[in-house]
């Protein structure tokens, strides 16, 4: 994800690779988008917590988690990391997660870049209210040897077990093809046991850039990634679940489809795009979440995702495997940091800009 750099107007013109493009995307749609709040401070998340009606949760990069109750967000907050996170550009606060049990637990996850610039994947407890910073206990830590592509997302899986995104350490084109290396955490997706904080996380996954938003299918359970591109490329990624063995997303051997370089793949099985588009049309991906929700019938089982840089945003239906009926929606969202659900299923959209939206038709 490119947070927060200026979008280009002069966005590289090459030809249209997205699947299903053309006839499909002149479908028209009567979704629309809601403003939920705004007046927050560079926003990267919404979610809510199991078990807590009413109330979204917001990650604002800088390091605070803001509940929102009744369209407003409330002046105490979640939780307060700001001493501890280094923000801007992509490093910040970057993620949270609360566990499938938190209405007995009080358990929640967040993954922040330290004032080092290095990854940290924390577990807190709650008292149901805000964050008891005392309890607070590291699964991860992971040195980033460059200041982007830090992922930043953490969800928790059909199977219970926490999953985390990490991207390829930075720079450009992957310099120490650490995504590719079994050796490295790095651009990887790791599979982590909250219950256990000592354990080595396991690498489920090769071969990502920067896994900036993933999600996992509520109903079904499969996984869905956002991989943002290099230079030309911005792809979307689906493994049913449950999978079998290792999984290597490509990178950076291929950026979407495309060869982008010569190499040998590291081990794993290859998982190609169901769907990508070209930086005619954005420049970086922000993956969404597969709508379960009751209040927007038309959308039901389509996955949405968009551009931070265009604001553009799309949906698909996944038929048999493949990704049909792509279409472009008729609304936009300046600068896209992520998507959301909330209990019910319902799907949010964050602007970086300091709002929250929920889809409506």
Known sequence: MRLFAAASASLLAVLVVVSGASALEQQTSALRLVKVVDGLQAPVLVTAAPGVPGVLYVVEQGGLIRTVRSGKAQ????LDLRSKVRAGG?????GLAFAPDYRKSRQFVVNYTDVDGHTRVVRYRSNGSKALTGTARQLLFIKQPYGNHNG???AYGKDGLLYVGMGDGGAGGDPEGRAQSPSSLLGKMLRLNPARPAARPVIVALGVRNPWRFSFDRLSGDLWIGDVGQGAIEEVDRVAWPWKGLLNFGWDIYEGRARFENGT???????Q???QYNHSRGCSITGGYVYRGSAVLAALGRYFYGDYCSGTVWSLKLVNGVARQVRVEPFSVKNLTSFGEDNAGELYAVSADGAVYRLAS
């Open 152 to 154: 930043g997302m953490v």
């Open 265 to 271: 793949l590291g081990p794993g099985r290859l998982v």
């Open 75 to 78: 002046a105490q907050p979640f």
């Open 90 to 94: 992509e490093q910040g606060l970057l």
């Open 273 to 275: 795009p169901v769907s």
